[in-house]
């Protein structure tokens, strides 16, 4: 994923831009609700990779006279995702039961600090001071503008890259097989 999301250079036509399945468990109900409260030069991008709810949340965008756009479903490639990501200052996530969803470091990876839901079931150890921020969903509203005032001044590319790549898994997994080696050693030879 290092090389798939990085910085681009251009403009941030969007405040912020949420990348998630059109699915009820993504919570697109919270931004929705949250932009109905927000000014409305406030502007989203919502890119749907596949989904059932697309067709039904743009409605309600229409309906509610959001400002947020929307691309897909289909979903398009992750060239043009990590494109799409560079065009706003920060990404959301706002479900609650995603599986420890990768977006949060793909946004990070792509130079975008990330507002999260408060709730998120696995993944808020990944929000850190320095990579975004989480907010309860009533306080979603007041988090996107704090994050819009303050978005330039995260780090969140440099904390994936000296915390959470591949070299620095393996790094800390290599003393713990070292050890299962050696116990499992150990049985082998009481056994024979």
Request: charged share 25%.
């Amino acid at each position: 994923a290092i090389d798939l999301f990085h910085p681009l250079d251009g403009p941030k036509n969007y405040d912020l831009i949420y990348v998630a399945a059109a699915q009820g468990y993504k919570r697109h109900d919270i931004l929705l609700d949250a932009f109905e409260r927000l000014p409305p030069d406030v502007r989203g991008l919502c890119v749907f990779g596949y989904g059932e709810d697309a067709d039904m949340l743009r409605v309600q965008i229409v309906e509610r006279g959001l400002s947020i756009d929307c691309v897909g479903p289909p979903g398009v490639p992750f060239d043009e995702v990590n494109r799409l990501m560079n065009s706003a200052r920060f990404g959301v996530v706002c479900g609650r039961d995603d599986g420890a969803p990768a977006i949060l470091t793909e946004y990070m990876l792509a130079g975008l600090p990330v507002l999260a839901n408060a709730e998120l079931a696995c993944g808020t150890q990944y929000i850190l001071p320095e990579t975004g921020m989480l907010a309860t969903p009533a306080d979603f509203a007041d988090a996107i503008m704090a994050m819009r005032e303050t978005a330039q001044d995260f780090q969140p590319r440099d904390a994936v890259l000296t915390r959470w790549t591949w070299p620095h898994t393996i790094a800390r997994l290599q003393p713990l097989l070292a050890e299962a080696r050696r116990k499992k050693a150990i049985r082998l030879t009481e056994i024979t």
